[in-house]
């Protein structure tokens, strides 16, 4: 099926990037929840993402494109917190409390 298990060439997609901020992001988050609050880990979320995308997607210097980047990671960071919700507990019952 797959010869690699990640290349820099997966991070250049959509997919790729937000693997890779799953993997990382389920990875890391006892030693952020440790420090921080649970909200914090949306932050670190696109924090990741941001970083990924610096790193491994085409990009320019000016305006538009730092624009576009921090939609990007912010698209990127929804849908990794979204899949891993659904990977993880897809027949969740989720009930909001009202303070």
């Known amino acids: 099926m797959f010869e690699d298990f990640m290349t820099s060439d997966m991070l250049t997609t959509f997919a790729g990037l937000t693997t890779a901020v799953i993997v990382i ?4 988050k006892p030693l952020v929840k440790k420090r921080f609050s649970d909200s ?3 932050l670190y979320t696109f924090l990741i993402a941001l970083i990924l ?3 491994f997607t085409k990009h320019t210097n000016d305006l538009k494109g730092i624009i576009l980047m921090l939609v990007n990671a912010m698209m990127i960071s929804i849908a ?5 919700e659904l990977i993880a507990d897809p027949m969740a019952q989720k009930t909001r409390r009202l303070t």
Request: aromatic share 20%; proline share 0%; hydrophobic share 45%.
């Open 25 to 28: 992001v389920q990875f890391t």
């Open 40 to 42: 914090c880990v949306r």
């Open 53 to 55: 995308l610096f790193l």
């Open 80 to 84: 990794s917190m979204g899949g891993y």
